[in-house]
């Protein structure tokens, strides 16, 4: 590996750095939108990284133990893209360098996970990339404690100004340093300009002893001197804490006027402006056309590895754990796992509990955590009230990383972004626990666990007013709506133990979607007395109780509202009424049922809604706001049963207004 770059050697630096400036300032310009100071700042550093010090192979884009890059400075993207034509990733080629920011191209706004090989997470949204990063470094740490032979590579990061000022870095930052991540290098693009100005204007910390104060190694050096660029990646490698290398970098470096100017942030550098820059530094070809020899030397770069990367796998496919390492990455379950939960549902069938949810969830977690070594728990200093805890799981620490359970503290936004960074990463299922209502805090990380397609599991409980006294400021209240207005999220509010089981059973075996498990604080009754043969909360909504065919009305609710709704149904049963009451655990899975299926367990008779939370998106199914049993305003502090009073949520106040409402319809 290269440790220093004598002048004598820096020739081919230059123009191999060019490259990725006028391909960058060419598609911002081409498409009239996009930020081409930033690829322009950084790609001198971006050259050294690339050409002698990460370790990857664009034939093998996904060899598990590659090097992570992640372009946490999203709105650069065209720094990523650049570098993955010019390394040789086949996904991006210059007609999608072209096609920059237009509609079904690979090159998007912001670099997308799952649109081309060599794009590790979806970054964009400023702090995530560095907070997904820290899971990424977790992760390989913790692989490498149980397969030191296989797995060893870094972590590394193209942060900016903005992603140091939003607050989820600074949480991820902190773990980062108190776990010692020695893998994880990030290059911090410190050219001291944002959208509106001068960082000067809003941003006037003291970095160094920012990080330093989180126990990471600090470096400052020229970002355009590619001899301490080397020396700095070099002493990386050594590192035994987190490492910052400060890059002062100039935004825009090569442009003639816009240079050092936060016009170039999120512009066009206009075509007088770009023509000016290819005299100036000497560059003739035109636009998207690298020359001969300087493509040449970015491709040799990429192949760099690649001797490496066969003898690696070469070595994999001889080593004894190589089966289980493919199945946990191909995101296969042990049968016995699937076992397991059945014997679960079957222990609820001969023995009914009436038990919090968030406990049943725990009962669940002590049988299968010892079956799935990818399970990773944790939460947000919540462990003994979210029941995320399984007693066979070891906690995760900088003098232990051969765990399987994480104390993020109170980090909900950075629990959830590292969360993602340890699914992204491949071989885990990572589930991470904290009150529902905290869900507004981690809320933009697990949009992008949507978005990206990752399996993460957020168990969040104390789902409504059923948590009592603690009041408005901890009971959620409009949260459950929010959520399942996420697209590609599957909410679950379980009933009781089997649906739980059903729940968790559902999220570990989607490989594609994450899940929420909204979990209660008090008891619930047991709804399901038989064994169905079946995951009838896999349906997103089914029967529960009474007749599907002979009804006089029906009853919708979850969680531990399905309780109340079976009361509700037996009182009305007293006075000749027919009420058959659905259990909806998941309003996406049931909305994602064949037609004839919803039409049949919704009925035609009469429909009345019951949910301790927001009214809000009930309609779709009961046709009219008064057929609606939930809470439009926020909680109060007081034991849980006088919130259900107060709120109307009781048999006695539910069933007159539904005689009421009845009669009225006749």
């Not at 002048?7 to 191999?16: E, V």
């Amino acid at each position: 590996m290269q440790t220093a770059i004598k002048p004598q050697d820096q020739a081919p630096y230059k123009p191999m750095a060019n490259a990725i400036r006028f391909l960058s300032a060419d598609a911002v310009e081409k498409a009239k939108s996009g930020h081409p100071g930033m690829p322009m700042g950084m790609a001198d550093v971006a050259t050294v990284l690339f050409r002698d010090f990460l370790k990857y192979d664009p034939a093998a884009p996904h060899w598990p133990n590659r090097d992570r890059f992640i372009l946490s400075a999203g709105h650069g993207s065209m720094l990523l893209y650049s570098l993955l034509y010019l390394t040789g990733y086949k996904d991006i080629t210059l007609e999608e360098l072209r096609h920059f920011r237009q509609l079904d191209a690979k090159t998007a706004g912001h670099p997308e996970y799952g649109h081309a090989a060599g794009i590790e997470t979806t970054t964009g949204p400023l702090g995530q990339g560095i907070s997904n990063a820290v899971g990424m470094a977790l992760a390989e740490q913790i692989f490498h404690a149980e397969f030191p032979d296989l797995v060893d590579h870094k972590t590394y990061v193209i942060a900016s100004d903005g992603d140091l000022m939003e607050g989820i870095s600074q949480e991820a930052i902190s773990l980062a340093g108190h776990w010692g991540l020695k893998n994880l290098i990030v290059l911090y693009d410190d050219n001291s300009i944002s959208i509106d100005g001068d960082t000067n204007l809003a941003f006037t910390d003291d970095t160094q002893r920012r990080f330093e104060a989180c126990y990471w190694e600090i470096l400052t050096i020229d970002g355009h001197n590619f001899e301490a660029i080397a020396n700095a990646l070099s002493r990386a490698q050594q590192a035994q804490r987190p490492i910052l290398i400060r890059c002062k970098t100039r935004i825009a470096e090569g442009a003639p006027t816009k240079a050092g100017t936060s016009s170039s942030h999120g512009s066009p550098l206009g075509p007088h402006e770009i023509a000016q820059m290819r005299q100036n530094l000497d560059w003739d070809a035109q636009p998207f056309d690298i020359p001969a020899d300087i493509l040449a030397e970015w491709r040799e770069a990429g192949e760099r590895h690649r001797a490496k990367r066969q003898e690696w796998e070469a070595h994999f496919n001889r080593h004894p754990d190589s089966k289980e390492i493919s199945r946990r990455l191909n995101h296969e379950r042990q049968p016995s796992v699937k076992d397991a939960l059945k014997s679960v549902i079957l222990s609820y069938i001969d023995m009914p509990v009436e038990r919090a949810t968030r406990q049943l969830s725990q009962e669940v977690l002590e049988r299968i955590a010892p079956l799935m070594p990818e399970l990773i728990g944790g939460s947000a200093d919540l462990t003994g009230s979210n029941n995320t805890k399984a007693k066979p799981q070891r906690i995760i620490n900088r003098d232990n990383f051969a765990g399987n359970y994480i104390h993020y503290g109170v980090r909900e936004h950075g629990m959830a972004a590292i969360m993602n960074g340890l699914s992204l990463y491949g071989g885990f299922r990572p589930y991470g626990g904290t009150f529902l209502i905290f869900s507004d805090y981690l809320r933009p990380a697990l949009r992008l666990s949507a978005l990206m397609h990752q399996p993460v599991i957020y168990v969040l409980t104390h789902d409504s007013i059923g948590l009592g006294e603690d009041g408005p400021t901890h009971q959620p209240i409009e949260h459950l709506a929010a959520l399942r207005a996420i697209p590609n999220l599957n909410v679950f509010r379980p009933a009781d133990g089997i649906e739980v089981t059903e729940c968790w059973d559902l999220a570990l075996n989607t490989p594609d979607r994450p899940s929420v498990l909204a979990l209660t604080r008090q008891n619930v009754r047991q709804i399901r007395l038989k064994d169905s043969q079946k995951n009838l909360s896999g349906l997103g909504g089914y029967v529960a109780w009474g007749d599907a065919e002979q009804r006089d009305l029906t009853l919708i609710a979850t969680g531990s509202e399905v309780g109340l709704a079976v009361e509700v149904a037996e009182t009305l049963a007293e006075q000749s009424i027919k009420a058959t009451v659905i259990s909806m655990p998941c309003t996406r899975l049931f909305d994602e049922q064949p037609k004839d299926y919803r039409k049949s367990v919704l009925g035609s008779a009469p429909r009345f809604a019951i949910e301790a939370a927001s009214p809000y998106g009930w309609e779709r199914y009961v046709g009219e706001s008064d057929h609606i049993f939930g809470i439009p305003s926020f909680g109060a502090s007081a034991p849980y049963q006088d919130l259900y009073d107060k709120f109307g949520l009781t048999v006695e106040k539910i069933v007159p207004k539904i005689l009421k409402q009845i009669q009225k319809n006749d």
